[in-house]
C-alpha cells in the first residue's frame, strides 16, 4: 500500500512540475515535436518510391539528411535539455534540502522526462505524417510530377523515428541522473 501511495505522488509532484515550470518545459516540448516532425518527413521522403521516381539525386539527398538529421536532432536535443536542468538546479536542490533521497528525486526526474518524451514523440509523429503529404505534394508540383493519392504512411519511417528518439530521450533522462 505504501508503493503505490509513493509511485501516486511521484507521478503527482512530477506532473504539478511540469506544470508549474511550463515556460521552460513548454520550448523544449514544442522543439522536439518539430524535430521529430521534420526527421520522420526527410525519413519518409528518403525512402519513398515517389521521391525516387522523380530524381534519384533528390533521394539520396535525402538519405543523407536522414543522418544529418539524427546528428542535429542529437546535439540540439541535448543542448535544450542542459538548458532546461540548469533552470531547474535550485529546485532539485531544495528537494536535496528538504530531506528527498536522490533516488527519490531520480525517479521524479524519470517520470517527468518520460511524460514529456512521449507525448513529444507521439504528437511530433502526428506532425510529421501530416506534413509529409503536404511536402511531397510540393515536390511533385516542382518537379512537374503527377503526385500520389491518398496520405502515405511509412512504418519504416515511423520506427526509424521512434528508435532515433526513443534512444535519444534515453540518453538525455540518463544524463538528468548522473547530473543529479
Do not use: Q
Not at 11 to 25: D, E, G, H, P
Request: proline letters at 2%.
Amino acid at each position: 500500500m505504501v508503493e503505490i501511495v509513493g509511485k501516486s505522488f511521484s507521478l503527482k509532484l512530477a506532473v504539478n512540475n511540469i506544470k508549474n515550470n511550463r515556460k521552460f518545459y513548454l520550448p523544449y516540448f514544442l522543439a522536439s515535436i518539430g524535430i521529430i516532425g521534420m526527421f520522420y518527413i526527410i525519413a519518409f521522403l528518403a525512402i519513398s518510391e515517389g521521391i525516387e521516381e522523380m530524381s534519384a539525386a533528390l533521394a539520396m539527398i535525402m538519405s543523407f539528411g536522414v543522418v544529418v538529421m539524427g546528428i542535429f536532432a542529437f546535439i540540439f536535443l541535448f543542448y535544450t535539455n542542459s538548458f532546461l536542468l540548469k533552470r531547474r538546479k535550485k529546485e532539485i536542490g531544495l528537494y536535496n534540502i528538504l530531506g528527498m533521497e536522490k533516488k527519490h528525486i531520480g525517479k521524479i526526474l524519470i517520470i517527468e522526462n518520460v511524460v514529456i518524451s512521449l507525448s513529444s514523440i507521439i504528437l511530433g509523429l502526428l506532425c510529421g505524417i501530416l506534413f509529409s503529404k503536404l511536402v511531397h505534394l510540393f515536390l511533385s508540383w516542382v518537379f512537374g510530377v503527377e503526385p500520389p493519392f491518398g496520405i502515405e504512411i511509412s512504418w519504416f519511417a515511423v520506427i526509424i523515428t521512434l528508435a532515433l528518439f526513443g534512444v535519444l530521450f534515453v540518453l538525455t533522462m540518463i544524463a538528468n541522473l548522473m547530473s543529479i
